[in-house]
Antibody, heavy 122, light 108 residues
């Protein structure tokens, strides 16, 4: 079974940092791009960051550029999202999502994790 | 950034009725358009990709159509489990990979 499991979500103070992880199983991880999509409480979906299958190319939304870093370890079938300078606007469920191919564009998001909750509050 | 506008915001229908959801893009996305279903407390799941191709396991009462800037998701006969929020998303080479604001299909 193709599966993505996020972890690391937590309550963080404004200005703090957090790293969330996504562990994959059931498919050839190194062949697929991975996306992070977030959903603020009661809101829609926002594409946050992406990384190609080999990790050589990344994307960041303007809202997180310079504060978030995406990376992957294909030997561990894991993707990471390092988040810093967090604010209340970053409060959301963060979903790890598999792309349908090696790149993050031209491929739909075909498998979603269950999400991990990041709350930023004092 | 390509904007996706979904209409209506809420669709009130009875089980067995036909549902028609619209998604309009601010510029052409060719056929790089997907539809997702999200139920309360759950992650979204992919229904349709390439504007009209159903993902494995998706019932044939779900169908997608359109190209360029205008797309439609049709649910031919609503089942109780179909009441949910539906999002369209473009995944061409214009980043970010934007989502529409969603259409909530609720029981009338």
């Amino acid at each position: 079974e193709v599966q993505l499991v996020e972890s690391g979500g937590d309550l963080v103070q404004p200005g703090g940092s957090l790293r969330v992880s996504c562990s994959a199983s059931g498919f050839m991880f190194s062949k697929y791009a991975i996306n992070w999509v977030r959903q603020a409480p009661g809101k829609g979906l926002e594409h946050v960051s992406s990384i190609t299958n080999d990790g050589h190319s990344t994307y960041y939304a303007d809202s997180v550029k310079g504060r978030f870093t995406i990376s992957r370890d294909n030997s561990k079938n894991t993707v990471y999202l390092q988040m810093s300078s967090l604010s209340a606007e970053d409060t959301a469920v963060y979903y790890c999502v598999k792309a349908g191919g090696w790149n993050y564009y031209y491929y739909s998001m075909d498998v979603w994790g269950q999400g991990t909750t990041v709350s930023v509050s004092s | 950034e390509i904007m996706l506008t979904q209409s209506p915001g809420t669709l009130s229908l009875s089980p067995g009725e036909r549902g028609t959801l619209s998604c309009r893009a601010s510029q052409s996305v060719s056929r790089f358009l997907a539809w997702y279903q999200q139920k309360p407390g759950q992650a979204p799941r992919l229904l349709i990709y390439g504007a009209s191709s159903r993902t494995t396991g998706i019932p044939d009462r779900f169908s997608g159509s359109g190209s360029g800037t205008d797309f439609t998701l049709t649910i031919s006969r609503l089942e109780p489990e179909d009441f949910a929020v539906y999002y369209c998303q473009q995944y061409g080479n214009s980043l970010p990979l934007t989502f529409g604001g969603g259409t909530k299909v609720e029981i009338k």
